[in-house]
């Protein structure tokens, strides 16, 4: 203690010079009062100078993260349907369900494990989205963009809008987020415009020939249109016609072709209520173009997001491709065509629209379950014969909304008390919800690693009722390995 308060001391009164001193006198006391009295500083320097001719290791190669998703194997052990048995039949048996049509299959094997009523067609809700988004993969290119353009009008200062199928082109300004991810702009078609066009615009037709017959199914609610859940379908308007493009439901126009020309004219300095319908001149001068997302982000967005607008266009240019008329009626019977064509039994289903938002619709569970099989059908099954449609769906899975953390299914799961607990983030599916009607269909992850299908129809009670009982059924299959 004496020896530190020393040092101290010294330190303070004569500098660094002193205080150097001091330092390495007090080190080689220690290592000297360690060492022996009589070993003195020679030893002291040999050992100092032995130290120094030590080497040291070059160190080891620095890890490298790969972060990667990793598929799931298809040899996990094999569910049985005694097993699935014992897992949903006592809540099949609790009641409350109504009317059910369902089925579980392993898609590794295609066995079916679990069955009620699986060709019963019931009413579907927004499960019938899985069949237009089906035909979609199976029938379009994945990559194919849907564009809207501008052309020279007939008559100096006026252009036409026309609608290439492209419900998601925002009004929304450059910078901000839209509703639909990467949508296009109406911003950059202004520029373009204004960069093309000989002089200023004065008038602006827009060109709705793209698609035909009426603008609302049967079975839809002209409410549910000021409602926010559906506009007249037509081959362009901004942000799937809403009057909030932030916001899922927000009242939609109208005359949702109509109200996008408006917009343009506005922007152009051209007179909005001047708009009717109209085709530009063969031959016209393109002075401006924009792009939809690739249909596979499409289809993901219809999903995920349940959105009966951007379904609904995606039935009518199934219809387009084909060569059916491209009205309700066309595009749900090109939708079903394109699935048989594919080799999926579609004899008992209805469809009188794109999105199930008719209460005139009707599919069978067994159905929804083939289409979910085969985009859930392992690798090898991507490129072999008819198997190869495996390959076309897989984006199916991409586009279902994950159990308590996306889409439609972000709200549900989350109740730790409640049976459906077990399946947040294992389950993924297509909702499906109606006055009566309510519909589950997607996969699960077993406790074994085994992915599971699973389709699950009910009509007759009241939704808020059935809903967390299909919740219930589809997070069991996550709880068991159901040997």
Same mark, same amino acid.
């Given at each position: 203690?004496?020896?530190?308060?020393?040092?101290?001391?010294?330190?303070?009164?004569r500098?660094?010079?002193?205080?150097?001193?001091? *330092?390495v006198?007090?080190?080689?006391?220690? %290592?000297?009062?360690?060492?022996?009295?009589?070993?003195g500083v020679?030893?002291?320097t040999?050992?100092?100078?032995?130290?120094?001719?030590l080497t040291?290791?070059?160190?080891?190669?620095? *890890? %490298?993260?790969?972060?990667?998703?990793?598929?799931?194997?298809a040899?996990?052990? $094999?569910?049985s349907p005694?097993?699935?048995?014992?897992?949903?039949?006592p809540?099949?048996a609790? /009641?409350?369900?109504?009317?059910?049509?369902?089925?579980?299959?392993?898609?590794?094997?295609?066995?079916?494990l679990?069955q009620?009523n699986?060709t019963?067609?019931?009413?579907?809700?927004s499960?019938?989205?899985?069949?237009?988004?089906?035909?979609?993969?199976?029938? =379009?290119?994945?990559?194919?963009?849907?564009?809207?353009t501008?052309?020279a009008g007939a008559?100096?200062?006026? %252009?036409?809008?026309?609608?290439g199928?492209?419900?998601?082109?925002?009004g929304?300004?450059?910078?901000?987020p839209?509703g639909?991810?990467d949508a296009?702009?109406?911003?950059d078609?202004?520029?373009?415009?204004?960069?093309?066009?000989?002089?200023?615009?004065?008038?602006?037709?827009?060109?709705?020939?793209?698609?035909?017959?009426?603008a609302?199914?049967?079975?839809?609610?002209p409410?549910?249109?000021?409602?926010?859940?559906?506009?007249?379908?037509?081959?362009?308007?901004?942000?799937?016609?809403?009057a909030?493009p932030h916001?899922?439901?927000?009242?939609?126009?109208?005359?949702? #072709?109509?109200a996008?020309?408006?917009?343009?004219?506005?922007?152009?300095?051209?007179?909005?209520? +001047?708009?009717?319908? /109209?085709?530009?001149?063969?031959?016209?001068?393109v002075?401006?173009?924009?792009?939809?997302?690739?249909?596979?982000?499409?289809?993901?967005?219809?999903?995920?997001?349940s959105? +009966?607008?951007?379904?609904?266009?995606?039935a009518?240019?199934?219809?387009?491709?084909?060569?059916?008329?491209?009205?309700?009626?066309?595009?749900?019977q090109?939708?079903?065509?394109?699935?048989s064509?594919? /080799?999926?039994?579609?004899?008992g289903?209805?469809l009188v629209d794109g999105?199930?938002?008719?209460?005139?619709?009707?599919?069978p569970?067994?159905l929804?379950?083939?289409?979910?099989?085969?985009?859930?059908?392992?690798d090898?099954f991507?490129?072999?014969?008819? +198997?190869?449609?495996?390959?076309?769906?897989?984006p199916?899975l991409?586009g279902?909304p %994950?159990?308590?953390?996306?889409g439609?299914?972000?709200d549900?799961?989350?109740?730790?008390?409640s049976?459906? #607990?077990?399946?947040?983030g294992?389950?993924? $599916?297509?909702?499906?919800?109606?006055t009566?009607?309510?519909?589950l269909?997607?996969?699960v992850?077993?406790?074994?690693?085994?992915?599971?299908?699973?389709?699950?129809?009910s +009509?007759?009670?009241?939704?808020?009722?059935?809903?967390?009982?299909?919740?219930?059924?589809?997070?069991? =299959?996550?709880?068991?390995?159901?040997?």
């Amino acid at each position: 203690m004496w020896a530190l308060g020393g040092l101290g001391h010294l330190l303070r009164r004569r500098g660094k010079r002193v205080a150097v001193i001091a *330092v390495v006198a007090v080190l080689v006391g220690a %290592v000297v009062a360690g060492l022996g009295v009589g070993l003195g500083v020679t030893m002291l320097t040999r050992r100092l100078a032995a130290a120094s001719a030590l080497t040291t290791a070059a160190p080891p190669a620095p *890890v %490298v993260p790969h972060p990667a998703l990793r598929p799931v194997s298809a040899d996990g052990p $094999a569910p049985s349907p005694a097993g699935v048995d014992a897992v949903l039949d006592p809540l099949i048996a609790a /009641g409350g369900l109504g009317t059910l049509s369902g089925q579980v299959v392993d898609p590794a094997t295609g066995a079916v494990l679990w069955q009620r009523n699986p060709t019963s067609a019931l009413v579907p809700g927004s499960t019938a989205k899985l069949l237009t988004a089906s035909a979609a993969l199976l029938a =379009l290119d994945h990559q194919q963009r849907f564009h809207t353009t501008v052309l020279a009008g007939a008559e100096p200062g006026t %252009v036409v809008l026309r609608g290439g199928g492209d419900p998601t082109l925002s009004g929304v300004a450059q910078g901000a987020p839209t509703g639909y991810p990467d949508a296009a702009r109406l911003d950059d078609l202004v520029s373009q415009v204004r960069e093309a066009a000989r002089g200023p615009v004065s008038r602006v037709l827009v060109d709705v020939s793209r698609y035909t017959g009426d603008a609302l199914a049967p079975g839809w609610l002209p409410a549910d249109v000021a409602g926010g859940y559906i506009a007249p379908i037509e081959p362009v308007m901004l942000d799937g016609g809403r009057a909030d493009p932030h916001e899922d439901v927000s009242p939609r126009a109208a005359k949702p #072709a109509t109200a996008a020309a408006a917009e343009l004219a506005r922007r152009l300095g051209a007179d909005p209520d +001047n708009v009717t319908l /109209g085709s530009a001149p063969p031959g016209a001068a393109v002075l401006g173009d924009v792009s939809s997302p690739p249909v596979e982000e499409l289809v993901a967005t219809a999903l995920r997001q349940s959105d +009966n607008v951007l379904a609904e266009t995606l039935a009518r240019e199934v219809a387009v491709k084909t060569g059916a008329p491209p009205s309700f009626a066309g595009a749900s019977q090109a939708v079903l065509t394109v699935l048989s064509s594919h /080799g999926f039994d579609v004899s008992g289903a209805t469809l009188v629209d794109g999105s199930g938002l008719s209460t005139s619709d009707a599919i069978p569970a067994k159905l929804l379950a083939a289409l979910l099989s085969a985009a859930a059908a392992p690798d090898q099954f991507a490129t072999d014969g008819v +198997n190869s449609r495996t390959a076309a769906l897989r984006p199916l899975l991409v586009g279902l909304p %994950v159990a308590g953390g996306s889409g439609t299914l972000a709200d549900r799961y989350h109740d730790p008390a409640s049976r459906s #607990a077990l399946g947040r983030g294992w389950v993924r $599916a297509k909702t499906g919800t109606l006055t009566g009607v309510n519909s589950l269909a997607g996969t699960v992850l077993d406790t074994d690693g085994r992915v599971l299908v699973f389709a699950l129809l009910s +009509n007759g009670p009241n939704p808020a009722s059935v809903r967390p009982r299909l919740d219930a059924l589809a997070a069991q =299959l996550r709880s068991c390995g159901c040997h």
